[in-house]
């Protein structure tokens, strides 16, 4: 097994993403490599993405260019807060598109050692219906993939 020398992290800003973080850092720390993290949003394919949204005190924009804003400045705000808890992190960014996909996409161009992935840990139903971006991960991933499971999950 090559050295892990780059880890990317996905996240959804969740308390299990938060653990996979964590998890990442510790071991990137142990382990001498970066720690990057993703976050991957996708437009709803029933909405425009040229509707015009306005929010108070603000421009009117395309709701593209209104979750694209949001969702750098959530991965901005997680790099302050990873900063201030004494994480290490090399670089964050946001991205469109489908979740798994691009995460593995992002993995193989970005020659990354290790994917890190959180999950809620569902099953029955819950599973059948909302699916597991980690699960889907794994599957397409020619990257190894550490899944860290939430506490209680289920």
């Known amino acids: 097994m090559k050295q892990i020398e780059s880890i990317l992290v996905a996240t959804d800003f969740s308390e299990c993403s938060q653990l996979a973080l964590r998890a990442a850092c510790e071991l990137g ?15 709803p394919a029933f909405v425009a993405p040229d509707l015009v949204v306005a929010s108070a005190g603000t421009d009117t924009e395309t709701l593209l ?3 694209r804003a949001r969702a750098d400045l959530a991965i901005g705000n997680l790099l302050k807060e990873a900063e201030g808890a004494g994480l290490k992190l090399h670089h964050g960014r946001a991205e469109q598109g489908d979740p798994s996909e691009t995460v593995v996409r ?3 161009e970005g020659g990354y050692g290790l994917v ?3 999950t809620h840990g569902r099953t029955g139903l819950a599973r059948l219906f ?3 971006v980690a699960e889907k991960i794994v599957r397409a991933s020619r990257t190894p993939v550490l899944i860290i499971r939430a506490e209680g999950g289920g």
């Open 29 to 43: 720390s142990k382990l001498g490599a970066t720690v990057d993290v993703v976050h991957v949003w996708e437009m």
């Open 130 to 132: 909302l699916g597991s």
């Open 106 to 108: 992002l993995a193989e």
């Open 65 to 67: 260019a209104h979750t």
């Open 116 to 118: 890190v992935v959180g």
